[in-house]
């Protein structure tokens, strides 16, 4: 019982965070507020709250504007993304996908929804907005057609961004995006790539239907010297589609892979103790690739290979949270097919990941505010360098 006698004060996260987030600062709000009414005039007189403007220029009315990434600046001028901490890149590609295409849409779809959101969650005590600086850049200028070029422009994509020390997050696209992903940032790592995969697919087959499709990423990125298959873990595996020439390349190269029913019996935080343990053997850093199928087909009808009996999104999203805690180098979702999506819930879900990673990653001061605040007192406790005499 806490001093005034309130039943259970400070026993939950709930209550705590509340205490939490009233010391973020609202600046970025504030600011937000002001440059909107500043460009997009004052509101008629009727309008009692005059912090609304006349034209919608920030987050409100989620339903109203021009979409980003949960509606963060967007930087048409990529020269300039080494200013910002975390860019998200759309890859509308879907020429690698072997059943139904679809999701060159995703990252639009991930866009939309994305307005929903504040930035603000109580479960995390945390305020993407103010603690994170985020801007979207938009999409990579891929090439329909052809699968190698459209490889070729994600891989410089990314490898931009990254090289400018930027934290990538890739709305795919389908499954394929993986190797050009992991081909973009594996050569900035000084020492081993980690890569944590879930899905219900294997997707590690060298060729399908004599291409490199989105059923072969795993195959060629585990091919680069510092991304190697025995820090590559498979996670929620278990679909009934596409597996077989996968198998044989997984346990040939002894890739860890964990079905869904090693999930289900040794419980999310094992599964992401191991997956952990795997993926950071004498690694410099971990890629997080999460195919939205993964997810039981109930939650995420609008996918490419929809497989029932996957994880829950409560499950996916703790999972992908426990992952995050240790730190990435970068993300990708993949998979996401508006055209057989109902009501969003597919794209919803994929933006709920990106947001829940990023949220554990500013939470745990591997990114954003907290990282800068942790690093500047850590500089102030060392004694000052001594002079050479
Ligand atoms: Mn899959």
């Given amino acids: 019982m806490a001093e005034d006698g309130k039943p259970h004060d400070g026993q ?84 690698g996908t072997t059943y139904r295409a679809g999701c060159r849409f995703g ?12 930035s603000y969650s109580v479960d995390m005590a945390v305020d993407l907005e103010e603690e994170l600086d985020l801007v979207d850049l938009g999409d990579v200028f891929v090439i329909p057609s052809n699968i190698e070029k459209s490889f070729d422009q994600i891989d ?46 294997l997707d590690i087959q060298e060729r399908d239907m004599d291409e490199r499709m989105h059923t072969t990423p795993w195959f060629h990125a585990t091919n680069i010297e510092n991304a190697p298959p025995a820090n590559l873990v498979q996670m929620g595996i278990g679909g009934w589609y596409g597996s077989r020439p996968g198998v044989k390349v997984a346990r040939d190269r002894r890739t ?15 599964a992401a103790e191991v997956a952990l343990e795997v993926a950071w053997k004498d690694a410099e850093a971990v890629f997080l ?26 499950e996916a999203l703790k999972l ?28 919803q ?4 990941a990106v947001m829940d990673v990023l949220g554990t990653l500013v939470a745990e001061g591997k990114l954003g505010a907290r990282r800068d605040q942790d690093r500047a007192e850590k500089q102030a406790q060392e004694p000052p360098e001594s002079t050479p005499a």
Wanted: hydrophobic content about 40%; aromatic content about 6%.
């Fill in 12 to 95: 939950f996260r709930g209550t705590r965070n509340l205490r939490r987030l009233a010391d973020i600062s609202d600046r970025k709000q504030r600011e937000a507020v002001e440059r909107g009414l500043e460009l997009g005039l004052e509101a008629a007189p009727s309008v009692n709250d005059r912090t609304i403007s006349t034209f919608a220029r920030g987050q409100q009315p989620a339903f109203a504007g021009i979409n980003t990434f949960r509606k963060a600046p967007y930087l048409e001028d990529v020269h300039e993304v080494g200013k910002h901490e975390v860019a998200v890149l759309g890859a509308p590609f879907d020429m």
């Fill in 256 to 270: 860890t892979v964990l079905t869904i029913t090693d999930i289900e019996e040794v419980g999310v935080e094992r």
């Fill in 156 to 201: 410089r994509a990314v490898s931009w961004v990254v090289g400018e020390g930027v934290f990538p997050v890739v709305l795919g696209g389908d499954h394929s995006i993986g190797y050009p992903d992991v081909r973009a940032i594996a050569p900035h790592i000084d020492g081993r790539v980690g890569i944590i995969h879930l899905d219900r697919h």
């Fill in 320 to 347: 992908l949270r426990l992952i995050a805690r240790e730190g990435i180098c970068g993300m990708e979702v993949v998979e996401v097919a508006p055209p057989y999506d109902v009501s969003d819930m597919t794209a």
């Fill in 289 to 314: 690739s999460f195919d939205i199928d993964s997810v039981d087909a109930g939650f995420v009808p609008g996918t490419g290979s929809p497989e029932p009996g996957g994880l829950l999104p409560r």
């Fill in 107 to 118: 990252p639009q779809a991930i866009r939309r929804i994305s307005a929903l959101y504040d």
């Fill in 349 to 352: 879900l994929a933006c709920r």
